[in-house]
């Protein structure tokens, strides 16, 4: 995902995901449909991010699931002033799964 290319509106959107910022509702919805942890990284003005969730996890389901949880919807329209999107767009159409192509031996 993209944010809108101002240093003030990077700066607020990383405070609001600093530690204990996030809204407890988000962090309780992720984990209810089993994301166990997430990372996001960014770069000039790209975000990736990084789920560790549990072993039948279904991406689609989950998304669909976090939409309808306690005041996701206000918090993707919330986070939307930062974000390179529409502020209609759900989490699931703003975050593109990726494929792995390359994972070192653990």
């Known amino acids: 995902m993209e944010l809108l290319n101002d240093a003030a509106l990077i700066e607020t959107y990383k405070k ?3 530690k204990g910022a996030a809204w407890p509702e988000i962090t309780q919805g ?3 449909v089993g994301i166990i942890d997430m990372e996001i990284y960014l770069m000039g003005t790209r975000l990736f991010m990084i789920m560790d969730t549990v072993a039948d996890f279904n991406h689609d389901k989950a998304m669909q699931e976090l939409a ?3 005041r996701q919807s206000e918090w993707e329209a ?3 002033q930062f974000q390179d999107t529409s502020a209609e767009a759900t989490a699931n159409q703003k975050w593109q ?3 792995r192509i390359y994972e070192m031996d653990k």
Do not use: F, G, T, W
Request: hydrophobic content about 55%.
């Open 97 to 99: 799964l990726m494929e």
């Open 78 to 80: 919330h986070m939307a």
């Open 16 to 18: 609001a995901h600093a």
């Open 68 to 70: 309808a949880k306690p």
């Open 30 to 32: 992720m984990k209810e």
